[in-house]
């Protein structure tokens, strides 16, 4: 570990691969209402636009010798042109999590700047539908144009595994459009209401069954010399092969922080409204740190998993009981990707597959790793 001075007197600290996520949030508006998250941020939870000046939010990262800014909202594609104006003034890596909608009005120069682009989209056609609204299309045709202006970046298609989800169909139906670099995908679960699931213990069940086929289509690919680019596969077997995730593996509160319209440091982008995720603000600094609790440093898989998710942690929204039952799933998909190590091991070493390859991801980009 390295530690990383802020010029307004905080310290974080950094695993040496990787530099500091500032996850941006352009605005809290959004053009679609997804079934999950209901669409545009409510007003108390954040000011629709930023309020705090460009020259601010470049005084706080000036000292990050490789930032990495990420745009969120909200939908961030509806202040593009904030976004440009932040892309012209400061040096950084940068990553877009859109909704896809509005990914034809940008200009190509600042497409092509993105090192990552997340696209919300769930699977097939009917389930994507059903759950974001009628966007599959618009989606498809503004992914596949990117793809022709000789993007070279990233294009990850972002699900999320709700109770209409087939993991392995759905997965398998991003990957085969040919169109995505990747695909990852978070559970539904604990951030919603547990209504949400007519009978999670079962879905459970059914996705582990497809996390067991989707591991042998990835180790079926890796066979012929390809990186499936299966983002909780790479993940995790990245942690076999090089070492601990990061703890929660897609840094929150670490090496990544979310910052506000109004101009507050959260650890976790997705619930402004918890005093335990405030750590500061961009005007004085970070005050204060906040990371995972038990049970997970006690677990035996948590070099792997790192505890998954700092919010879900924290928030035992569904109990103790429906904590365990997401355990289940990490446990399970971590399982069946050790069944698979000692074989992609031999890969490597005849020469299929180079181990460089499976370092993922490759800086922090947003993507969560552990579902
Ligand atoms: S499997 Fe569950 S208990 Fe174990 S580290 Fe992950 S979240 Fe924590
Ligand atoms: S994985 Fe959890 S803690 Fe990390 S960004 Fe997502 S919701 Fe927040």
Redesign the pocket.
């Known amino acids: 570990m390295v530690k990383y001075q802020h010029k307004i007197g905080l310290h974080l600290n950094i695993t040496p691969q990787f530099s500091v996520l500032y996850i941006i949030f352009l605005t809290g508006k959004c053009n679609l209402k997804c079934r999950y998250c209901g669409g545009s941020l409510d007003e108390s939870l954040m000011p629709s636009e930023i309020e705090y000046p460009h020259s601010q939010l470049r005084k706080f990262i000036e000292d990050d010798r490789d930032p990495v800014i990420a745009f969120y909202g909200g939908e961030p594609l509806l202040r593009k042109k904030r976004m440009e104006e932040i892309m012209d003034k400061i040096q950084a890596r940068y990553v877009l999590q859109t909704n896809g909608i509005y990914l034809d009005r940008v200009k190509r120069d600042y497409l092509r700047r993105f090192s990552s682009i997340l696209v919300s989209i769930d699977g097939r056609k009917d389930l994507t539908e059903y759950y974001r609204g009628r966007v599959y299309d618009r989606v498809i045709r503004n992914v596949t144009m990117v793809n022709k202006m000789d993007y070279d970046g990233e294009l990850i298609a972002r699900m999320v595994a709700g109770e209409r989800t087939n993991i392995f169909s759905d997965v398998m139906h991003l990957m085969n459009l040919g169109i995505f670099t990747h695909v990852h995908w978070q559970i539904d679960a604990i951030w919603s209401g547990v209504e949400r699931f007519k009978d999670f213990s079962r879905w459970v069940k059914d996705y582990n069954e497809g996390i067991t086929l989707l591991s042998k289509k990835f180790f079926e690919m890796l066979k012929t010399g390809k990186i499936p680019g299966i983002v909780p596969f790479l993940g995790v077997l990245k942690a076999f092969l090089y070492g601990p995730n990061p703890s929660p593996p897609c840094g929150a509160g670490k090496e990544a922080v979310a910052i506000t319209t109004d101009g507050r440091i959260l650890a976790c982008p997705i619930c402004p409204e918890f005093e335990w995720n405030l750590m500061g603000d961009i005007h004085s600094g970070i005050i204060r740190r906040t990371s ?1 609790l038990d ?2 440093m006690e ?4 070099d792997v ?5 700092l919010f ?2 924290r928030e035992r929204l569904w109990g103790e009981t429906g ?2 039952m ?2 289940r799933t ?2 399970h998909l971590v399982n069946e990707i050790s069944k698979i190590l000692p074989e992609v091991k031999r890969l490597v070493k005849d020469g299929v597959i180079s181990k460089k390859s499976l370092i993922y991801p490759g800086f922090y980009n947003t993507t969560e790793i ?1 579902p």
């Open positions: 995972i049970p997970c677990c035996k898989i948590f998993c790192g505890g998954r998710c879900t942690n904590f365990r997401v355990c990490v446990e552990i």
